[in-house]
């Protein structure tokens, strides 16, 4: 069409399957359905973007009827929005071991109720347990006439157990999710893990607050990559000037053996065949060897930032692609376990995530662990319950010290402008000295 | 063509249902909207959406089904997954659907002076921008969004309930050094958002927080905005007034009612009348008539929240609590306008830490009630002016027990989302400085 610089089309159907388990009632369990898409048309501006909730397909007159009306929209914006040209592609989305939909939902249920039977426990007051299965069929154009279609289905399940003793509450919360396929069976450790963390919390003293050393487990000290590094180095953040790594790029700011990654192209719960607008996926070195190495970026942002590759674009269904994390993760170094815990001495091992936030344009990020244990002479001794850590970008990261040699990945799902992604974060155990630990306990 | 008319395929869909199940109810949602977003002080993209989406509850001998699609010409195979998903449903004591009352057909959360077009999203923006003027710092990022939409709700015992909503929706992200601001407003009433002070606001706070000073680690009066109050009290203790949470075990008040479980001076109630509120509906999301449910009055807990299922199952009677997330969610308890309440004083005469936000509320322990976050755009005050910017500090406590040590609550109320809220003053509460 005339004026029209660039258009895409990205179309998303697909259904949801969900089974909710508590205390033994099967609260609700069955399917819904979507169908949603979003197109975006630029013409000499910004943005014109229409939502459209049960879109179908068409050509002709039709569809140059809905450029026209995002055009409309287009002329209102006041920002020159300039792509930078990309790498496209698609990779294949991995095989799953047991595709869910070959299993029936009796079945899933059955199996979900064995995984919430085994959290219960005398003194764990409530089980609940959550079987989530997504299966989206993504179909991409643009006006460059690149086309993709894919299917991806990633599903999974989390078990919560409440313990209570005396007025004191405690959770033990698991969670397992993949793009590998049905995920529900042999699980039933994973609720008596649940319900095992849930009572030993309640002998679980508050810990202290105050700086002092700490060892992260892979999955903490994921999200600390995700919250303290991931959110700074997104091409729109910075292009905004919201994040504190804006204009940093070869500023030392950690540990020689510290290095961290997005790569949306490794097969983890946060993986994309093709990004979402129908550019390549590949690795970014946000941190390499402690510097500032590149952002993540969109074509847009790619074209106004600079430094780094597009890619990175991500988008819930119907909703306008922003630039996201996917798979981040802090590379494993060569330290062993046992060394970690040595070199810590004295201070806190914290384990597990209860999530975490950024303040990307101040640099400051809080997040929370699950639970954790004293460390003494290099050894776990007492078991800490609320305990969360705080810090500023620029400062925190020196603190790693060390990298263990055993990374491990752990999914979970973002949230950023309204959509939650789904993501996956890792690290092997990190030492980190000078962390900031809030608690409730007193001397 | 009469809006019943439009939706007549409701009526067949309900035809049919009954010739399977008990009861069946359909949960209707269309709508639009347009919306601008800011990257610094360019607009960057225009959005128009057409939302349109319908769920579905069936109930068969006690068990309940549900389905949900944005296809209203496939409700057939809609229905049949929904009859399909209450056949794996444990069947429970089940009292019926709502049968239907008269109730004023006059809209609570509508504005028809609202025009859902491009023109008026760009002079919100305008506005802000105007607002933001006012500091030096510099906008990052903002949007401005007006909405309309269409509710239906529609049973087998007769219901036909519609509602019109609007929304207006406005944010602000400044940056000035390497501090932030952040302000937004939202309302059904157009006359309710003031786009010049939300882009003031932003600023003003981006400006102020720059060269902050450290604290040093104690106990400390603080003064929680509205806005970092909301945090607090959304992420934890609202969720324990909820009947399912208290029968599920999950709930710290469970073992609370008629117990002090706030200081004297707070009252707590869902009021889903209160005029030009955000969350003011005569109906639930489940068509129970919505009436002022008092939880705690003078430090008293009174009552939890219930919807129509998990009142069945535990003898009690709904509050008319039930909401949805959306056209695809089944009902679930929460609230419409939740008000904290109580003697209103100054709270700001004496020196205090005034905490405008805080970052990570949502990783507390709901259970517990155990809490750390991080303060952000936080001053010492002293007689309601603010004073030094804190640099960088954490507060941690449990929401809980901070009730009991409120001392004082602001004489202005702010609505954050569907909470009425106090600025509120506690004592002794423990910040670690940097």
Same mark, same amino acid.
């Given at each position: 069409?005339?004026?029209?610089?660039?258009?895409?089309?990205?179309?998303?159907?697909?259904?949801?399957?969900?089974?909710?388990?508590?205390?033994?009632?099967v609260?609700?369990?069955?399917?819904?359905?979507?169908?949603?898409?979003?197109?975006?048309?630029?013409?000499?501006?910004?943005?014109?973007?229409?939502?459209?909730d049960n879109?179908?397909?068409?050509?002709?007159?039709?569809?140059?009827?809905?450029?026209?009306?995002?055009?409309?929209?287009?002329?209102?914006?006041q920002?020159?929005?300039?792509l930078?040209?990309?790498?496209?592609?698609?990779?294949?989305?991995?095989?799953?071991?047991?595709?869910?939909?070959?299993?029936?939902?009796?079945?899933?249920?059955?199996?979900?109720?064995?995984?919430?039977?085994?959290?219960?426990?005398?003194?764990?007051?409530?089980?609940?347990?959550?079987?989530?299965?997504?299966?989206?069929?993504?179909?991409?154009?643009?006006?460059?006439?690149?086309?993709?279609?894919?299917?991806?289905?990633?599903?999974?399940?989390?078990?919560l157990?409440?313990a209570?003793?005396?007025?004191?509450?405690?959770?033990?919360?698991?969670?397992?999710?993949?793009?590998h396929?049905?995920?529900?069976?042999?699980?039933?450790?994973?609720?008596?893990?649940?319900?095992?963390?849930?009572?030993?919390?309640l002998?679980?003293?508050?810990?202290?607050?105050?700086?002092?050393?700490?060892?992260?487990?892979?999955?903490?000290?994921?999200?600390?990559?995700?919250?303290?590094?991931?959110?700074?180095?997104?091409?729109?953040?910075?292009?905004?000037?919201?994040?504190?790594?804006?204009?940093?790029?070869?500023?030392?700011?950690?540990?020689?053996?510290?290095?961290?990654i997005?790569?949306?192209g490794?097969?983890?719960?946060?993986?994309?065949?093709?990004?979402?607008?129908?550019?390549?996926?590949?690795?970014?070195?946000?941190?390499?060897?402690g510097?500032?190495?590149?952002?993540?970026?969109?074509?847009?942002?790619?074209?106004?930032?600079?430094n780094?590759?597009?890619?990175?674009?991500?988008?819930?269904?119907?909703?306008?692609?922003?630039?996201?994390?996917?798979?981040?993760?802090?590379?494993?170094?060569?330290?062993?376990?046992?060394?970690?815990?040595?070199?810590?001495?004295?201070?806190?091992?914290?384990?597990?995530?209860?999530?975490?936030?950024?303040?990307?344009?101040?640099?400051?990020?809080?997040?929370n662990?699950?639970?954790?244990?004293?460390?003494?002479?290099?050894?776990?001794?007492?078991?800490v319950?609320?305990?969360?850590?705080?810090?500023?970008?620029?400062?925190?990261?020196?603190?790693?010290?060390?990298?263990?040699?055993?990374?491990?990945?752990?999914?979970?799902?973002?949230?950023?402008?309204?959509?939650?992604?789904?993501?996956?974060?890792?690290?092997?155990?990190?030492?980190l000295?000078?962390?900031?630990?809030?608690?409730?306990?007193v001397? | 063509?009469?809006?019943?008319?439009?939706?007549?395929?409701?009526d067949?869909?309900?035809?049919e249902?009954?010739?399977?199940?008990d009861?069946?109810?359909?949960?209707?949602?269309?709508?639009?909207?347009?919306?601008?977003?800011?990257?610094?002080?360019?607009?960057?993209?225009?959005?128009?959406?057409?939302?349109?989406g319908?769920?579905?509850?069936?109930?068969?001998?006690?068990?309940?089904?549900?389905?949900?699609?944005? +296809?209203?010409?496939?409700?057939?195979?809609?229905?049949?997954?929904?009859?399909?998903?209450? +056949?794996?449903?444990?069947?429970?004591?089940w009292?019926g659907?709502?049968?239907?009352?008269?109730?004023?057909?006059?809209?609570?959360?509508?504005?028809?002076?609202?025009?859902?077009?491009?023109?008026?999203?760009?002079?919100?923006?305008?506005?802000?921008l105007?607002g933001?003027?006012?500091?030096?710092?510099?906008?990052?990022?903002?949007s401005?969004?007006?909405?309309?939409?269409?509710?239906?709700?529609?049973?087998?015992?007769?219901?036909?309930?519609?509602?019109?909503h609007?929304?207006?929706?406005?944010?602000?992200?400044?940056v000035?050094?390497?501090s932030?601001?952040y302000?937004?407003?939202?309302?059904?009433?157009?006359?309710k958002?003031?786009?010049?002070?939300?882009?003031?606001?932003?600023?003003?706070?981006?400006?102020?927080?720059?060269?902050?000073?450290?604290?040093?680690?104690?106990?400390?009066?603080?003064?929680?905005?509205?806005?970092?109050?909301g945090?607090?009290?959304?992420?934890?203790?609202v969720?324990?007034?909820?009947?399912?949470?208290?029968?599920?075990?999950?709930?710290?008040?469970?073992?609370?009612?008629?117990?002090n479980?706030?200081?004297?001076?707070?009252?707590?109630?869902?009021?889903?009348?209160?005029?030009?509120?955000?969350?003011?509906?005569?109906?639930?999301?489940?068509?129970?008539?919505?009436?002022r449910?008092?939880?705690?009055?003078?430090?008293?807990?009174?009552?939890?929240?219930?919807?129509?299922?998990?009142?069945?199952?535990?003898?009690?009677?709904?509050t008319a609590?039930?909401?949805?997330?959306?056209?695809?969610?089944?009902?679930?308890i929460?609230?419409?306008n939740?008000?904290?309440?109580?003697?209103?004083?100054?709270?700001?005469?004496?020196?205090?830490?005034?905490?405008?936000?805080?970052?990570?509320?949502?990783?507390?322990n709901?259970?517990?009630?155990?809490?750390?976050?991080?303060?952000?755009?936080?001053?010492?005050?002293e007689?309601?002016?603010?004073?030094?910017?804190?640099?960088?500090?954490?507060?941690?406590? +449990?929401?809980?027990?901070?009730?009991?040590?409120?001392?004082?609550?602001s004489?202005?109320?702010?609505?954050?989302g569907?909470?009425?809220?106090?600025?509120?003053?506690?004592?002794?509460?423990?910040?670690?400085?940097k």
């Amino acid at each position: 069409m005339p004026g029209i610089q660039y258009y895409d089309l990205r179309h998303v159907t697909g259904q949801v399957t969900h089974i909710d388990i508590d205390n033994g009632v099967v609260e609700s369990a069955g399917t819904s359905f979507f169908n949603k898409a979003v197109i975006r048309v630029l013409s000499g501006t910004g943005w014109g973007i229409l939502q459209i909730d049960n879109y179908v397909p068409c050509t002709g007159k039709k569809f140059d009827a809905m450029l026209e009306s995002a055009c409309g929209l287009a002329r209102i914006t006041q920002e020159n929005v300039i792509l930078a040209e990309a790498p496209h592609g698609m990779l294949a989305v991995p095989p799953m071991k047991e595709d869910p939909r070959d299993v029936s939902i009796e079945e899933k249920s059955s199996l979900l109720s064995g995984i919430e039977t085994a959290a219960r426990h005398p003194l764990v007051v409530n089980t609940r347990a959550n079987f989530i299965e997504k299966i989206e069929h993504v179909r991409f154009t643009d006006s460059s006439e690149n086309e993709y279609g894919y299917q991806m289905c990633r599903s999974g399940f989390n078990v919560l157990a409440v313990a209570s003793r005396n007025g004191n509450v405690q959770m033990g919360y698991e969670r397992e999710h993949s793009i590998h396929g049905f995920n529900l069976r042999h699980q039933q450790s994973q609720g008596k893990k649940a319900a095992d963390i849930a009572v030993a919390l309640l002998d679980a003293g508050a810990a202290k607050s105050g700086k002092m050393r700490a060892v992260l487990d892979p999955e903490l000290a994921g999200v600390f990559a995700h919250e303290a590094i991931g959110h700074a180095s997104e091409g729109d953040l910075v292009k905004e000037g919201n994040s504190v790594l804006k204009g940093k790029t070869g500023q030392k700011i950690g540990n020689e053996n510290l290095t961290i990654i997005d790569d949306p192209g490794i097969y983890e719960f946060g993986f994309d065949p093709v990004d979402a607008e129908g550019v390549a996926v590949s690795r970014t070195e946000i941190i390499k060897k402690g510097v500032i190495n590149a952002f993540l970026h969109n074509r847009e942002t790619l074209a106004s930032v600079g430094n780094g590759v597009a890619g990175h674009a991500r988008a819930m269904p119907g909703e306008s692609p922003l630039v996201r994390m996917s798979n981040t993760f802090i590379e494993a170094g060569d330290a062993t376990e046992h060394e970690i815990f040595e070199e810590c001495q004295n201070g806190i091992f914290l384990k597990g995530s209860r999530g975490g936030q950024v303040d990307p344009g101040r640099g400051i990020f809080q997040f929370n662990a699950e639970y954790g244990y004293l460390i003494e002479k290099g050894e776990c001794t007492t078991m800490v319950r609320d305990v969360s850590l705080s810090g500023e970008i620029l400062v925190t990261l020196h603190g790693i010290t060390l990298c263990g040699n055993n990374r491990s990945m752990s999914p979970g799902y973002c949230g950023k402008g309204g959509q939650s992604v789904p993501v996956s974060d890792g690290a092997p155990h990190v030492l980190l000295n000078d962390a900031v630990v809030g608690g409730s306990g007193v001397d | 063509m009469r809006w019943w008319v439009a939706v007549a395929w409701i009526d067949q869909l309900i035809y049919e249902a009954q010739k399977n199940v008990d009861e069946v109810e359909v949960f209707f949602v269309k709508g639009t909207s347009v919306s601008a977003d800011l990257k610094q002080k360019k607009i960057n993209l225009a959005t128009t959406s057409e939302d349109c989406g319908f769920g579905i509850r069936t109930i068969h001998k006690g068990r309940i089904g549900s389905s949900s699609t944005n +296809n209203v010409s496939q409700w057939r195979e809609c229905l049949n997954a929904a009859i399909a998903s209450g +056949n794996l449903a444990t069947p429970q004591d089940w009292e019926g659907l709502p049968e239907t009352v008269s109730l004023s057909p006059a809209p609570l959360s509508f504005d028809d002076s609202i025009r859902i077009e491009p023109p008026v999203v760009i002079d919100l923006i305008e506005k802000m921008l105007e607002g933001a003027a006012e500091h030096p710092a510099e906008v990052a990022a903002g949007s401005a969004s007006l909405s309309s939409s269409t509710v239906t709700l529609a049973n087998s015992k007769g219901v036909r309930y519609t509602s019109q909503h609007t929304g207006v929706s406005l944010s602000l992200e400044a940056v000035h050094g390497h501090s932030t601001g952040y302000e937004f407003d939202h309302s059904s009433f157009f006359d309710k958002v003031d786009p010049v002070l939300v882009g003031e606001r932003a600023t003003f706070f981006a400006t102020e927080s720059d060269n902050g000073k450290d604290i040093a680690t104690g106990e400390y009066d603080i003064l929680l905005s509205p806005l970092a109050y909301g945090e607090l009290l959304g992420n934890v203790f609202v969720p324990a007034l909820s009947g399912r949470n208290v029968h599920a075990g999950r709930s710290r008040l469970a073992q609370s009612l008629g117990k002090n479980v706030t200081d004297p001076q707070i009252t707590m109630y869902d009021d889903p009348l209160l005029e030009k509120a955000n969350g003011s509906v005569r109906w639930d999301a489940e068509g129970t008539p919505t009436r002022r449910v008092d939880f705690i009055r003078e430090g008293i807990l009174e009552t939890f929240a219930y919807d129509l299922k998990t009142a069945y199952r535990f003898g009690k009677k709904s509050t008319a609590s039930a909401k949805r997330g959306g056209f695809g969610g089944l009902p679930s308890i929460g609230h419409h306008n939740f008000v904290v309440d109580g003697k209103r004083n100054e709270v700001a005469d004496e020196r205090v830490v005034y905490v405008h936000n805080v970052v990570g509320a949502h990783t507390a322990n709901p259970m517990s009630g155990e809490f750390s976050v991080e303060l952000s755009n936080a001053f010492w005050m002293e007689e309601g002016e603010f004073d030094v910017p804190i640099r960088s500090a954490m507060l941690s406590g +449990n929401v809980f027990d901070l009730h009991h040590t409120i001392s004082g609550l602001s004489k202005e109320s702010r609505a954050i989302g569907s909470m009425i809220l106090p600025s509120v003053k506690i004592n002794k509460q423990h910040i670690i400085g940097k």
